[in-house]
């Protein structure tokens, strides 16, 4: 399966992207997809799963909504109310393990990077 995320930039704080993953390669349907974070000199931390049902992390609860269309084999992070502590490079991943752990995944995209300024 590859992966291939698009969608970042520099948005101001209070503002929304919406982040694509589209795969290829496998059946996309049978994979949990999920959007993981890392910051400079921080570990990649989860950020949402959706399989038949969707996982939050808590810091991102009520600002971020996952959603994934198996026909176009794409999942999707909307982020609205976007905060200056959510500038990461944000990484999509399909994997049938347990959802909110990097483990869990077998396949991930490049990243893309999303800048929240003040």
């Known amino acids: 399966v590859q992966l291939q995320a698009s969608g970042g930039g520099l948005v101001q704080a209070g503002g929304s992207l919406r982040l694509s993953c589209a795969g290829s390669?496998?059946?996309?349907?049978?994979?949990?997809m999920g959007w993981f974070r890392q910051a400079p000199g921080k570990e990649r931390e989860f950020v949402a799963a959706?399989?038949?049902?969707?996982n939050y992390a808590d810091s991102v609860k009520g600002r971020f909504t996952i959603l994934r269309d198996n026909a176009k084999n794409t999942v999707y992070l909307q982020m609205n109310s976007l905060k200056p502590e959510d500038t990461a490079v944000y990484y999509c991943?399909?994997?049938?393990?347990?959802?909110?752990?990097?483990?869990?995944?077998?396949?991930w995209g490049q990243g893309t990077l999303v800048t929240v300024s003040s």
């Open positions: 959706i399989s038949g049902r969707t």
């Open positions: 991943a399909a994997g049938t393990g347990v959802p909110y752990l990097a483990l869990g995944y077998a396949y």
């Open positions: 390669g496998g059946t996309f349907s049978r994979y949990y």
